[in-house]
């Protein structure tokens, strides 16, 4: 069934969910004691990018989805009076400032996903905290540029059509295989009914290069349907399959973007990202500049 577009009177968003829960094998060992979302980027860790990102798009309310190795996540939004002591003692103001700030950012809760069985079960762990409200989804390893201004216009498609609403972005048609992949409708510049989804396709067989980025605004009927999710790709239950679920029953839309997007949930993204920002601080660049030229010239790479 593929319902036409429609308005509806929804909710607003308020609440967003960070599924921060996973091993991050990919960058072991570093990630053996503590999480994934806590390396840093510069001088703050990646979980605070993700809650300045919602907090600048209206959200108040986060809930992190944690597990194991993620008391460091808790403890960084929380007040730690020793070090506020030591600060306000050596006189070191900003640094004071910055980090009693960073406690009241939002209203942040945190829940344990307990058996790490993929990201649609790590979501189904947030259904008491949401209720029957609209929600925001932010993977825990990947965050937006401001400039993008992302998640606020996939909340205002939200308030339009009352339905949910992915981020999507076109990737090299090679590249499509890595992720989740839409098949779109165009609605407008920019924005498009998505008509299916699929995780991870060969590159053969998928519907279009636009893949599923780790932003989302769901209906609270996702839940009913990650319920119903069987294990897929890779043994996990997989998010892709209960939007496929809820598509059938419900229109989705997609927001496209081209750029903005920092990933840290590689090796090379994460490198990436790390030079990416200190070239855009005013502090850093000029210095960090002359430092890599010289770096690639004495690599061999002038
Ligand atoms: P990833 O699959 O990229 O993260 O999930 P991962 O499993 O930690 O990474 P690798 O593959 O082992 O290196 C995307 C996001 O979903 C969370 C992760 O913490 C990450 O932020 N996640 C994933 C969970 O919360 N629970 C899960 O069971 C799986």
Redo the contacts with the bound molecule.
Sequence with gaps: MRESPAVNATSPVRKAV??????????LPA?KAQ???MLPIVDKPVIQYIVEEAVAAGIDDILI?T?FTKRSIEDHFDRQFELEQALAESGKDAQLAEVVDLADLADIHFVR?GE????G??ISVARKHVGDNPFVVM???EFMSPRADLLAKMIRTHAQYGRSVLALQEVEPEEISRYGCAKPERISDGLVQILDIVEKPQVSEAPSNLAVM?RYVFTPEIFDKLEHVEPGVGG?IQLTDAIAMLLADQAVYGVTFDDGRYDT??IPAYLETIVDLALERDDLRDDFAAYLRSALDRHGFA
């Design positions: 960070i599924p921060a829960a996973g091993f991050g094998t990919r960058f990630t999480a994934k979302e989805i597990g996903q790490r069985l993929g990201l079960h790590a993977l825990g390893d780790g996990e949930g590689t």
